[in-house]
């Protein structure tokens, strides 16, 4: 039996019980009764919301009963509170505070380069001469003329001891000394600066210099030297971050020309947001067991929210109406799609914190939530 066909029963079949009831429409026209046409007209309006009501429970049956009746095909998610974090995606760069282009401090040619490109020194090798133009002779003159002032120096102060000789020629004897003690320093310091010693211990990345090649201090470079065992991640974070990101904050820090990532610390933030770009300086703990080269570039994902019992749902279910304001199907008791409007946060990757409007107990349509309508019949063809 057909739903139309039940509708005409249902029908007839309350208008000829009435009929015996009631008088014929057609004799109270005829009759001019126009009280017992109001009082028609009241009996048929009751009659027919006794129909609808009859009619919508009769559809509502069917809905429910009838298996060959067309339903959409949709899946629904399991949703449950989980630990859910976001993430701001920069761009960082290796760093060590100990790489350095050592120049020269002495006028004069190179001499000699002990050292090759690649080697590791420690702190203090000797790593460049320069020729030093005879100056080492004038420094072992002046030492011999030293030693000899000290000498007379150290009698003439053994005799003022004893009380022997006069005041004067003690006080002679030590300011000669004296003297030639500091033209000595003063000489050798300048002897020292045609030797350069390594700073730190670290590796000779890049020599510049050649034999012969006449330098002047401060403006010809002479080598590089990098301690690739200090080396950190610095990275510019935006200011509207200041306030999420601390020392101590994780962040997954990935280097593409390494094919490497791992997990890292902020070591220090930095308190001074630059008026050019508006951001601030962080710097973050290098992997130790990765040698890696300074400004090769990283990408850093600093976590900037995090939250254990968050409720996450795919992106792709969300929709978004005219107004910008955000909405899921979810399928009620009895099996219908019902538009439900969301409140989100963050999101990460491909998925998005509901901050509002679900609970975990909700059945939000996945496959299929672009193709169903308000109201539509479903059917769940997964398991939760």
């Known amino acids: 039996m057909t739903q139309r066909t039940l509708i005409t029963l249902l029908a007839g079949l309350l208008l000829g019980c009435s009929s015996s009831e009631t008088p014929n429409t057609q004799s109270l026209i005829n009759q001019k009764d126009v009280a017992g046409l109001r009082a028609k007209q009241a009996e048929l309006v009751k009659q027919n919301n006794a129909i609808k009501m009859e009619l919508n429970t009769v559809i509502e049956a069917i809905d429910a009963l009838d298996e060959n009746k067309k339903r959409s095909l949709v899946t629904v998610l399991s949703l449950k509170k989980e630990f859910f974090q976001h ?3 920069l761009q960082g760069t290796v760093k060590t505070d100990q790489n350095l282009m050592l120049s020269a401090e002495f006028l004069g040619k190179v001499k000699a380069i002990h050292v090759k490109e690649g080697q590791t020194v420690k702190k203090g090798d000797l790593l460049l001469s320069i ?3 005879g100056l080492s002779q004038n420094v072992a003159l002046l030492k011999t003329q030293r030693d000899l002032a000290k000498t007379i120096y150290l009698r003439q102060k053994r005799l003022w001891d004893q009380n022997i000789g006069s005041e004067i020629e003690y006080l002679q004897a030590k ?3 004296e003297s030639q003690e500091n033209s000595y320093e003063q000489l050798k310091k300048q002897l020292d600066k045609a030797s350069l010693y390594a700073p730190f211990s670290g590796r000779i990345d890049d020599i510049v210099a050649e034999v012969g090649q006449l330098v002047t201090p401060g403006i010809n470079p002479l080598l590089r030297l ?3 065992q200090s080396m950190y991640i610095e990275v510019d974070v935006p200011e509207r971050y200041f306030t999420a990101i601390e020392k101590g904050t994780t ?5 593409p020309s390494f094919k490497h990532s791992y997990k890292s610390r902020v070591t220090h933030k930095g308190t001074h947001i630059s008026p050019g770009n508006r951001t601030f300086k962080t710097t973050l703990a290098a992997d130790s067991y990765v040698t890696l080269a300074p ?6 994902k600093l976590v900037d929210y995090q939250k254990p019992d968050a409720l996450v749902i795919p992106l792709e279910v ?3 109406n005219f107004e910008g304001t955000q909405y899921v199907y979810v399928v009620t008791e009895s099996s219908k799609a019902e538009k439900r409007f969301i409140k989100t946060g963050l999101v990460e990757g491909d998925v998005v914190e509901v901050i509002s409007g679900l609970k975990p107990e909700d059945r939000v349509i996945d496959e299929g939530a672009r193709l169903v309508k308000e109201d539509e019949n479903v059917r769940i063809t997964n398991a939760l």
Not at 295 to 300: C, E, L, P, S
């Open 318 to 320: 969300v929709s978004e």
């Open 251 to 255: 962040a997954t820090i990935e280097i």
């Open 226 to 228: 990098v301690n690739l």
């Open 87 to 89: 993430t701001v995606i």
């Open 131 to 133: 020729d030093d133009g």
């Open 295 to 300: 400004n090769t570039i990283t990408i850093v």
């Open 175 to 177: 300011a000669a000394f």
